[in-house]
């Protein structure tokens, strides 16, 4: 298919692509620079989205961001800012400052919440926050709110049994509601093989009654198209839809983990070439949606942003010792 | 005024707290069209709107899952757990997320939701419908829980549980159902959670308890004011958090002390008031706190004579006053 067409096939236009390719730009500068705060000491805990900012944003760029609600996973950088969370916001988070929205400073790092925007929180028990979204969809259809629900996790959360439970009780209600199972084929070092016998996590869909749908996580325009038909089915009272996608995992597990334990520079290397800001940039450039000067003014931009908001949180004041009592029961 | 029976005072504060609030809404297994097994929910089906009343897919995490995350969207879910001792599949969306949630985010959101489940030996339901689950709970801040002993309470308590923003565990003993039965005020009223109640004055010793064991105490208390001696009742009714005030007055005035639950002994609530009144209460004691608690054996077997002789009962806190007395 002629590239031009193929933005034109999946509704957007090259605002949106280019907005697209500017998350996904942010959300690396976040995630490269986060990493480089744990190396040195500065931040304590860093769960790097490498290699899956596309499936993140490309996603969540088809939600409405303002009355949809997303229950996010610890990778879901991406979708935070797309949802509305500013790079200054997140690292205040990643400082764990008192002005943190998601937490002021009471979880680690990307365990995010943030009421206002409309992101349901999660904690660290991976597989809870699914069922968890189903019922934030049963809120929406009992209250007659016009709202979709998307809850992220990834392919090994998808072993434990709340993946099960929150999936049943959707499609018995149709509820409005899509999950999002980034398949990276990693749990830590644990490969998907030994999760379950069938890798495809979507297949499974079928045994809750409703469609499962498997994309390509590197390509940003496949995603968004795949979710902006779970989003309409699920907003038109056709019900849930799984939606995966096939991404990969550049950077080890997170800051406390090194991948080399138990996966070859090769396969790190093979993969790299899935990394999917080189991909949607070739496509941008070589469409005309781009140049080579505007990319390196963008990277720039963003890299002086994520900047900025370092400095700013670095001397961000932590929430006074005391208040540690405080805030374990609601008045 | 009018007498009620325990399930009937549940249902009407079920019925009362819907009709007045759209946000809240039912979920559990059979509580639809067959009212639950125990029947609490029965008749409610018919009289509400289409989803007011859920019977979930056999799937306890899922279900308290669900309701958090209606919580967390404006609603006030009340989950019914079939049997207090089919909690544990929920045991971690209730401890690592709707407990912690408000914690967690620093105040931003709120899980007002309400489990009640039926717990309690007695009714030959073997090792696993018939457990006491409070002591699990109650360790666990962020979280309220509840154990009434008599109609009254239990409508005014599951009404302030309704409307709590905090997730409330709210547990009902099985056999009080349908033979415990009281007065109960007319019109819509609430009994604050966290406050104990004196249910019998007495001079020389305090028996402390929570849920059906109550009525165990103040069957002890009469036969023992037969013999002289008189005991005073303190009804918990909320075992976190424990009403210490209540707590400690009581030992002031009698300096006597005899906890009683039907969970087991070890690490059971009657640990945590024990220690509250060896630290604040010391000195009013005259004797060594006394308990009376299921033995440490995994819950009650199902033969009457092996359920039997490990259900705590009156006599076993009339044997336990009469020492006290003695000491
Ligand atoms: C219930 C639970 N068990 C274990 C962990 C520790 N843990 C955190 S993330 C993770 C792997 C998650 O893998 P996956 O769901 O595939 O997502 P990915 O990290 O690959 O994006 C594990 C084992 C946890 N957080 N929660």
Redesign the interface.
């Known amino acids: 298919m002629p590239i031009n067409s193929r933005l034109n096939e999946s509704g957007l236009d090259q605002k949106d692509a280019q907005s697209i390719y500017r998350y996904m730009l942010l959300a690396r500068s976040i995630s490269e620079k986060s990493w480089l705060l744990t190396r040195q000491g500065r931040v304590l805990f860093s769960m790097p989205c490498d290699g899956q900012e596309a499936a993140d944003v490309a996603s969540a760029y088809a939600l409405d961001t303002v009355t949809d609600?997303i229950?996010p996973y610890a990778r879901s950088l991406g979708a935070m800012l797309v949802k509305g969370m500013t790079t200054q916001e997140v690292m205040l988070n990643m400082f764990g400052k008192a002005a943190d929205?998601?937490?002021?400073g009471?979880?680690m790092p990307m365990?995010w919440?943030?009421?206002q925007l409309g992101i349901?929180?999660m904690?660290s028990?991976v597989g809870?926050t699914?069922?968890?979204?189903?019922?934030?969809?049963?809120?929406?259809?009992?209250?007659g709110?016009n709202a979709v629900t998307m809850v992220y996790f990834g392919e090994g959360s998808a072993s434990e049994?709340?993946f099960?439970?929150?999936l049943?009780?959707a499609g018995?209600?149709r509820l409005p509601v899509v999950f999002f199972c980034n398949n990276n084929g990693w749990a830590t070092s644990v490969p998907v093989s030994l999760q379950n016998a069938e890798p495809q996590v979507a297949k499974r869909a079928q045994g809750y009654g409703f469609p499962g749908v498997t994309v390509d996580g590197s390509d940003p325009l496949a995603i968004y198209q795949a979710v902006k038909a779970a989003v309409h089915r699920a907003r038109s009272g056709g019900g849930p839809t799984l939606v995966e996608a096939n991404t990969i995992r550049m950077m080890p597990h997170s800051s406390s983990d090194d991948h080399l334990r138990y996966r070859t520079q090769e396969d790190l290397e093979n993969e790299r070439k899935l990394d999917p800001i080189p991909l949607f940039r070739d496509f941008l450039i070589t469409t005309g949606i781009l140049d080579e000067t505007s990319d390196q003014e963008l990277q720039e931009f963003v890299d002086l942003e994520v900047e900025e908001a370092i400095e700013l949180a670095d001397a961000a004041p932590s929430a006074a010792a005391e208040t540690a009592f405080n805030?374990?029961?609601?008045? | 005024m009018s007498e009620k029976r325990f399930i009937d005072a549940i249902r009407d504060g079920l019925r009362e707290e819907m009709a007045a609030d759209a946000a809240v809404?039912l979920i559990g297994q059979d509580i639809g069209v067959n009212g639950g097994v125990f029947r609490v929910t029965d008749g409610l089906l018919e009289k509400f709107e289409a989803?007011?009343i859920?019977d979930?897919?056999l799937?306890e995490?899922?279900?308290?899952?669900?309701?958090?995350?209606?919580?967390?969207?404006?609603?006030r879910?009340v989950v019914e757990i079939q049997f207090a001792d089919f909690i544990f599949?929920a045991f971690?969306?209730v401890v690592?997320?709707a407990a912690?949630?408000?914690?967690?985010?620093?105040?931003?959101?709120?899980v007002p939701m309400v489990i009640r489940a039926p717990y309690g030996g007695g009714a030959r339901g073997g090792l696993y419908h018939s457990q006491s689950v409070e002591a699990y709970f109650a360790h666990v801040?962020?979280l309220?829980v509840v154990v009434p002993s008599n109609p009254h309470d239990a409508k005014g308590l599951l009404k302030s549980a309704i409307r709590d923003?905090?997730p409330v565990l709210f547990f009902e003993h099985k056999l009080a159902y349908n033979t415990v039965r009281g007065e109960i005020s007319d019109g819509d009223y609430t009994v604050p959670i966290g406050e104990a109640v004196v249910s019998r004055e007495g001079q020389h010793i305090s028996l402390i308890s929570y849920g059906l064991s109550v009525h165990h105490c103040l069957e002890a208390a009469e036969t023992l004011s037969a013999e002289g001696i008189s005991c005073e009742v303190v009804d918990l009714r909320t075992v976190r958090p424990l009403d210490t005030v209540t707590i400690l007055e009581s030992v002031k005035k009698t300096g006597r002390v005899c906890i009683v639950h039907e969970d087991n002994l070890t690490g059971g609530v009657g640990a945590e008031v024990a220690a509250i009144i060896a630290k604040d209460g010391f000195e009013f004691l005259d004797a060594p706190v006394q308990r009376v608690a299921a033995p440490d054996v995994p819950s009650f077997p199902y033969n009457p004579g092996l359920e039997d002789v490990l259900l705590p009962g009156p006599t076993d806190i009339v044997r336990a006053a009469k020492e006290l007395a003695a000491y």
């Open positions: 609600f229950v929205p998601n937490s002021g009471r979880q365990h919440g943030h009421k349901i929180s904690g028990s809870t699914i069922p968890r979204a189903s019922g934030v969809a049963l809120a929406s259809k009992l209250r709110q049994g709340d099960h439970e929150g049943g009780f018995v209600h805030g374990v029961y609601a008045p | 809404f989803g007011r859920i979930s897919p799937a995490s899922g279900m308290v899952g669900v309701a958090i995350g209606a919580a967390m969207n404006g609603m879910p599949p971690n969306q690592s997320e912690r949630m408000y914690y967690r985010t620093n105040g931003d959101f709120t801040p962020g309220k923003d905090n």
